[in-house]
């Protein structure tokens, strides 16, 4: 496995909270303000960008890593920067595995406040973001799945495995 890539700056200045009647919409078109779909639980959000290798490199790890937090009191989600459609193609049979949010704007994923994807975010029930990780670093990824799981006291994932990819910088959010 590759060295760690240097950690990012901490979270107080990646963004604190995102606004409440922002809209997410689902792969299958439903749109709801962000404060409905955290009305019982966190998101535990992977955002990817299906144009970009990056984002296909880690697809694999984001799925497992979110399979670990099924049964937690946290609504596990993966966040894409295109169409339903897009995704759908991007995803594959995972489209069906997880609820997916498209955000072919990226005004979701600018409120988030992350500068990279592809990136594991953490947002409380009142729209709070309590961590996030940027790229593909695995001590920054094993973070945000410790506070995950510290909040919704459940076990945290592994993280890296053997399969997962060498750590990588990630490419801007904004495409």
């Known amino acids: 496995m590759g060295r760690d890539l240097p950690c990012a700056l901490p979270l107080s200045f990646v963004a604190s909270n995102v606004a409440l009647d922002i809209t997410l919409t689902t792969i299958g078109g439903e749109s709801r303000p962000l404060g409905e779909w955290v009305t019982t639980f966190h998101l ?33 989600n993966l966040i894409l920067t295109c169409t339903g459609d897009e995704a759908t193609q991007f995803l594959g049979p995972l489209a069906d595995r997880f609820l997916v949010f498209c955000d072919p704007d990226r005004t979701f994923v600018r ?65």
């Open 44 to 76: 535990a959000s992977v955002v990817l960008d299906p144009y970009t290798n990056e984002s296909s490199w880690v697809l694999g790890t984001a799925a497992r890593v979110l399979e670990a937090f099924r049964g937690a009191a946290v609504r596990v």
């Open 111 to 175: 409120s988030l406040g992350v500068a990279t994807l592809p990136a594991f975010v953490f947002v409380q029930a009142d729209g709070a973001v309590l961590a996030a990780a940027e790229g593909w670093n695995p001590g920054e990824w094993r973070a945000v799945a410790k506070t995950i799981a510290d909040t919704t006291a459940w076990l945290p994932p592994t993280i890296p495995v053997a399969a997962d990819p060498s750590p990588f910088h990630g490419t801007p959010v904004a495409g």
